[in-house]
């Protein structure tokens, strides 16, 4: 059984592609094309024509291959459907239409996680459309008067520089304080990787030594039955979510900030 494939719609009117110029660029019939849009999973050659010209993974338009090995009982090693070089190589319209496409849950675990705003400045508005619609929002930044954030500045040779941008970052998210469905909250914990999840689709950005989180890759994760990946991470937030303090907006100072 198919579904409409959201994914691919959306990308088309993003980039201006009609579904009849990507017929031709594919060189396949128009139908063939409605089909696609209508949940059909194109051929290998295909979805990497598609993918290419339209400038995004080919995982995120069909994160479900039409033919898998058969996946082992715990799900290991079968959720990564998508791999970038570094977190500032994904696509603006990933996390957009990860963001949209949320029914369920949206959770971000980050230092300052800056570019989350500046490459989205509808972000707070659209966070907050989610929750009215019953989306649980849950942001969780590191505290800027924490030690773990002290001690990753140090190590990126940044000193007091992310303690500001998490301040900085902050002020966008004030709009979001007292929305019902929406909580932001401040961790003081050792951070080994950023995340980013939107119901089943968890992006996970490792933390490498000394280098800003921008710089390093980034795994599109798609949870599968049974305790995997997914779960663990999963797991780890709920972990860091627990232990965390709730924001207050009228405890912090705005700073200039860059992205990390």
């Not at 500001?164 to 932001?184: D, E, F, H, Q």
């Amino acid at each position: 059984m198919t579904s409409v494939n959201d994914r691919l719609h959306t990308v088309l009117v993003q980039r201006g592609v009609s579904p009849d110029a990507l017929a031709e660029i594919c060189e396949v019939d128009p139908k063939t094309v409605s089909r696609w849009l209508g949940g059909r999973i194109p051929h290998a050659r295909h979805r990497f024509r598609v993918a290419g010209h339209l400038r995004v993974e080919e995982a995120f338009l069909w994160p479900t291959p039409s033919k898998r090995p058969r996946r082992p009982r715990d799900g290991s090693g079968t959720e990564l459907v998508g791999t970038y070089q570094n977190r500032a190589s994904v696509p603006r319209d990933v996390w957009l239409s990860l963001l949209r496409e949320a029914r369920q849950e949206i959770s971000v675990l980050v230092f300052s996680g800056t570019f989350f705003a500046q490459s989205n400045p509808l972000v707070a508005k659209m966070l907050s459309e989610r929750a009215a619609e019953g989306v649980r929002v849950r942001l969780c930044f590191g505290d800027p008067d924490g030690q773990a954030v002290a001690l990753r500045g140090r190590e990126e040779g940044i000193g007091d520089t992310l303690a500001a941008k998490i301040r900085a970052s902050l002020t966008y998210y004030r709009p979001l304080l007292g929305k019902a469905g929406c909580a932001v909250r401040l961790h003081d914990t050792t951070l080994y990787t950023s995340m980013f999840r939107y119901d089943d689709d968890l992006l996970v950005n490792p933390h490498i030594w000394g280098q800003p989180a921008s710089a390093n890759p980034l795994l599109h994760l798609k949870r599968a039955d049974g305790a995997g990946w997914f779960d663990n991470y999963a797991q780890s937030f709920d972990a860091v979510w627990a232990a965390a303090r709730p924001w207050a907006s009228d405890q912090e100072r705005t700073a200039d900030h860059g992205q990390d």
